[in-house]
């Protein structure tokens, strides 16, 4: 099958929960050639909660949950998974590995909720989104809050849990503090490098060395606003895998990428040569000019399983 692709970050509930509330079923089968074609053989799929629907957070996470099992359980070529060996068997048997995640910790209203997602087969806990939440402040809050209290208590059941903490999306403060907090290896799953394009969501180099220190992993975004400013491209966007796999190893960078092409409001282009998952074998080309197969194989999906691995199990 060639190279295989660990997708660190996407929003796909958000379009199940959009669809089945239409009336719709078995949207992933129906869309597997574009949303993972020959490539994409495991992937977080992750609940975000829009600013509209923050209020009731709680009851939408679980509907968003709900309607992706649902719309899951109706194709034959996906395997929810909430260990390694269930990924392994599902990539063996030819299926695609999803892992459940939320984006922003917006539902999390106790321990006990936090626990009960684990049991739905939360796996990926993304601490913010982009707004202050009850964890700590996104990286457009202007307060520069770091972690609340309940915040350090949600990092240690994450760490109890075995659920992987991300740390895209939170601010600066908020980053060291979740570093503070814990021992274990974090990943940022969608973001990359601020030296190359100066955005709030994309990390400082000294975030980046933080994170390859605990043996954690950084998956590059393919949002263009966090490529480039001006001219967003596929040789831009693996200008920020090779920056970044040089300043802290090639073992530390994975893919995140973020596609919401397919998402309602979005009239946004996206990357230059790099807008979908199509696009991925022109991806693999670009990373051959930079990398040997070897460096290939851990960036697409080997550094990916071994820090869920080493975090979950």
């Known amino acids: 099958m060639g190279y295989v692709v660990f997708d660190a970050h996407s929003d796909l509930p958000t379009l199940i929960w959009e669809e089945r509330g239409k009336g719709e079923g078995s949207v992933l089968e129906r869309n597997f050639e574009r949303f993972f074609g020959d490539y994409v053989r495991a992937r977080v799929a992750s609940v975000w909660t829009p600013p509209d629907k923050r209020v009731y957070a709680l009851r939408y996470a679980i509907e968003a949950f709900r309607r992706f099992k649902s719309d899951v359980r109706e194709g034959e070529r996906f395997e929810l998974v909430t260990d390694i060996k269930g990924m392994d068997e599902a990539i063996k048997e030819n299926r695609v590995a999803l892992w ?12 006990d909720v936090l626990e009960t ?39 240690g059941k994450a760490e109890e849990l075995g659920i992987v ?27 990359n490098a601020r030296t190359l394009c100066n955005s709030p969501r994309n990390l400082t180099d000294e975030q980046l060395k933080a994170i390859a220190e605990r043996d954690g992993v950084v998956g590059a975004v393919a949002i263009p606003s966090f490529v480039d400013r001006e001219k967003p491209t596929l040789d831009k966007y693996v200008e920020h895998i090779a920056y970044m796999a040089d300043l802290i190893g090639y073992r530390h960078v994975g893919l995140g990428f973020d596609f919401v092409y397919y998402l309602s409001g979005w009239s946004g282009k996206g990357v230059e040569g790099f807008e979908d998952e199509s696009r991925i074998p022109n991806l693999i080309e670009k990373m051959k000019e930079r990398f040997s197969e070897k460096e290939i194989n851990a960036i697409t999906f080997d550094n990916f399983r071994r820090l869920f691995g080493r975090i979950i199990g």
Do not use: C, K, Y
């Open 117 to 155: 997602f684990h049991e739905l087969g939360l796996r990926v806990l993304t601490l913010t989104w982009s707004l202050r939440n009850q964890i700590g402040d996104g990286v457009f809050e202007r307060t520069n809050g770091g972690l609340t209290n309940f915040g350090v208590e949600v990092v």
């Open 165 to 191: 903490l991300d740390l895209s999306h939170i601010n600066e403060a908020g980053f060291w503090d979740a570093l503070d907090v814990t021992s274990f290896p974090v990943m940022a799953s969608h973001s």
């Open 100 to 111: 459940l995640g939320l984006e922003g910790g917006e539902p999390i209203e106790s321990l």
